[in-house]
C-alpha cells in the first residue's frame, strides 16, 4: 500500500507557473501507474495527467497538452506536475494518484490510492 501527499500548491495570476509535488510512502512509486486528476467546484473529478511506471510514457489531457508536464523521481519517490501558462479554468484542487495497473490511465474508478489534494487557484 501506498500513501500519498501533495504539495505545491497556491494562488498565481494568470500566465504563471506552479509545479506540483507528490510525494509517496509505503512503496515505490515506481511500482505504479501515476495520475494527477483535478476536481473544481461543483464538477466532477477529471483527469490532468499520467505517466507509466517507467516515466518514458505519459498522457495529458487535451486542455492542459503543451503547458503542463508530468514526471517523477524514482529516487525521491515523488512525482511532479509542472503547470505553465496557467489560466482561470484551471482553478482545482489537484490530487494525484496511484495504480498497479489501470485500465484506463484516465479514469479516476480505476486508481486505488489518492492523496489529499492541493488547491490551485489562477487568477485574472
Known amino acids: 500500500q501506498v500513501q500519498l501527499v501533495e504539495s505545491g500548491g497556491g494562488l498565481v495570476q494568470a500566465g504563471g507557473s506552479l509545479r506540483l509535488s507528490c510525494a509517496a510512502s509505503?512503496?515505490?512509486?515506481?511500482?505504479?501507474?501515476m495520475g494527477w486528476f483535478r476536481q473544481a467546484p461543483g464538477k466532477e473529478r477529471e483527469f490532468v495527467a499520467a505517466s507509466r511506471r517507467s516515466g518514458g510514457t505519459t498522457y495529458y489531457a487535451d486542455s492542459v497538452k503543451g503547458r503542463f508536464t508530468i514526471s517523477r523521481d524514482n529516487a525521491k519517490n515523488t512525482v511532479y506536475l509542472q503547470m505553465n501558462n496557467l489560466k482561470v479554468e484551471d482553478t482545482a484542487v489537484y490530487y494525484c494518484?496511484?495504480?498497479?495497473?489501470?485500465?484506463?490511465?484516465?479514469?479516476?474508478?480505476?486508481?486505488?490510492?489518492w492523496g489529499q489534494g492541493t488547491q490551485v487557484t489562477v487568477s485574472s
Open positions: 494518484a496511484a495504480d498497479i495497473s489501470p485500465a484506463i490511465v484516465a479514469a479516476p474508478r480505476e486508481y486505488d490510492y
Open positions: 509505503g512503496r515505490t512509486v515506481s511500482s505504479y501507474v
